[in-house]
């Protein structure tokens, strides 16, 4: 009776000490080296002008809102409350960042160290339960892990948040501590809206573990907190409309309509992502009960009808490595309580399948390493950008293109007001300053585009254009 309802068994040893010894410099060695490589792809891609305003630009905005003890908004989402966005109340922690060092690298680096941490709450249960060449080859595994490292490449995003969060309820699940799991389960509800289905996921787990009452009360909070996000998206939001529901078929407005995919392009693209996902941990981390905790995650991306959705290149996959990786820590322990030899090696042919699936899901010659001092420092792009703003009053309100905008943001950006440019925008709707790179296309609209934008624009009296390099600075008229 206690195997069926005990899905997740309770480990008959005491726990040993996670920091002694060659097990604690494992933790913290791993924790620091994930954080810098995930610092220096995150920093390699903002210098070399590759961050964007959807949306390094955003979470900046939102920060500085944060940090101003207001409630979020962007002027890139043409000002519009951010919690009628997405409910992600928890990116509140930014707000302390950003007034530390207002420019959008802060948030970079934190982003950074939390994805750090939750490589090395892997290590940390790692090394609890198995050898320490295996759990070294599992925490290397989760650092290289194509999630976390998509993550880190695309800007910064409120799913970061959740990786530590989900490192420790997997621990917890994994060694039975009911009561952690299900707290540490609870603040991922404060994170996004579709994290409710996970936390929801934890209670039938304790559940089925005849922790009934536990798990009764959990699944009432995670229904409640998802009754709350949106019913609080509802609300907030100024159109009173759940746009992000038109991702999944709905008739509500949406900023980016999908475009229409064909049907085996769509279930091509769908076939990746789920085969991304199950071999980047080395494909047995599945046959643990933990990794239900992926389930919904991976669901509603493959029930969207947006096609960014099914793509394991972009940030959605970072919720997954600590989930992932735990569970692989779980088959692994059982594992080795009937052939211990095979552990170190098994665990090994994962960690080499996390790394070959990075390289098969992102670009490499796109993720910066901490030798290349390029990495770490504003590129070409980035001192063009601010040496042709540079003439502009501090704290300018200003239209910028996508790929522009976050380089205006900060103290060193010059702290400008910057609202989203669209080429389709009237002109008396925009500021008197638009800033275009024409050296690229944007959301929304061609390198093409821009150019006849820019054409049109500039024939009409009253309007200067100056133009520094690929940066377009147009002023215009009153």
């Not at 390699?44 to 939102?62: E, K, V």
């Not at 959008?104 to 950074?112: D, G, H, N």
């Not at 007001?417 to 389709?424: A, F, H, K, Q, R």
Request: hydrophobic share 55%; proline share 8%.
């Amino acid at each position: 009776m206690t195997a069926l309802r005990s899905p997740l068994p309770v480990p008959r040893a005491p726990l040993p000490r996670p920091l002694a010894g060659a097990g604690g410099v494992l933790v913290v060695l791993a924790g620091a080296l994930s954080a810098l490589l995930c610092a220096s792809i995150g920093l390699g891609h903002f210098h070399r002008g590759d961050a964007t305003n959807y949306d390094l630009g955003i979470f900046s905005q939102s920060a500085a809102s944060w940090a101003r003890l207001q409630l979020p908004t962007s002027g890139v989402l043409g000002g519009t409350p951010l919690l009628g966005d997405h409910f992600s109340p928890a990116t509140a922690v930014f707000g302390p960042v950003w007034a530390a060092w207002p420019d959008p690298r802060s948030l970079v680096l934190a982003q950074a160290l939390l994805l750090g941490l939750g490589t090395a709450l892997v290590a940390r249960c790692a090394v609890r339960h198995l050898p320490l060449p295996a759990a070294a080859a599992v925490a290397a595994g989760a650092a290289v892990a194509h999630g976390s490292l998509a993550a880190a490449r695309f800007d910064v995003h409120e799913v970061c948040l959740a990786v530590p969060l989900l490192a420790l309820c997997a621990t917890a699940l994994l060694e039975g501590r009911h009561g952690a799991a299900a707290l540490w389960s609870l603040p991922l509800l404060l994170v996004k809206e579709d994290m409710g289905a996970t936390v929801a996921v934890v209670a039938v787990l304790l559940w089925l573990r005849g922790r009934r009452r536990l798990g009764l009360a959990l699944g009432a909070a995670a229904v409640a907190g998802v009754v709350v996000a949106f019913a609080t998206m509802l609300v907030v939001d100024p159109a009173h409309d759940l746009s992000r529901l038109a991702a999944f078929g709905g008739s509500a407005r949406t900023a980016v309509a999908p475009e229409p995919v064909p049907v085996g392009e769509a279930l091509r693209a769908r076939a990746v992502l789920v085969l991304s996902a199950v071999a980047g941990a080395g494909v047995l981390w599945v046959a643990s009960p933990v990794a239900l905790l992926a389930v919904p995650t991976l669901a509603w991306r493959l029930v969207s009808v947006t096609p960014s959705y099914w793509s394991p290149g972009l940030h959605y996959g970072a919720v997954l490595v600590p989930v992932a990786a735990v569970a692989l820590v779980d088959v692994l322990r059982r594992v080795r309580a009937r052939r211990p030899r095979a552990v170190a090696p098994l665990a090994v042919l994962a960690a080499l399948a996390s790394a070959a699936t990075t390289a098969w899901v992102l670009p490499v010659g796109s993720l910066s390493m901490p030798w290349q001092a390029s990495t770490w420092r504003p590129g070409p792009y980035v001192q063009q950008v601010r040496a042709a703003t540079a003439a502009l009053p501090a704290g300018s309100r200003l239209a910028a293109d996508n790929t522009s905008g976050p380089y205006l943001l900060g103290e060193a950006g010059g702290g400008h007001d910057v609202v989203g440019w669209s080429v389709d925008a009237p002109l008396e709707r925009l500021p008197g300053v638009v800033v275009l790179d024409v050296s690229r296309a944007s959301t929304g609209v061609s390198r093409a585009g821009k150019l006849a934008w820019l054409e049109e624009v500039g024939a009409l009296p009253g309007v200067r254009v100056q133009r520094t390099g690929d940066t377009v600075v147009v002023h215009l008229p009153g």
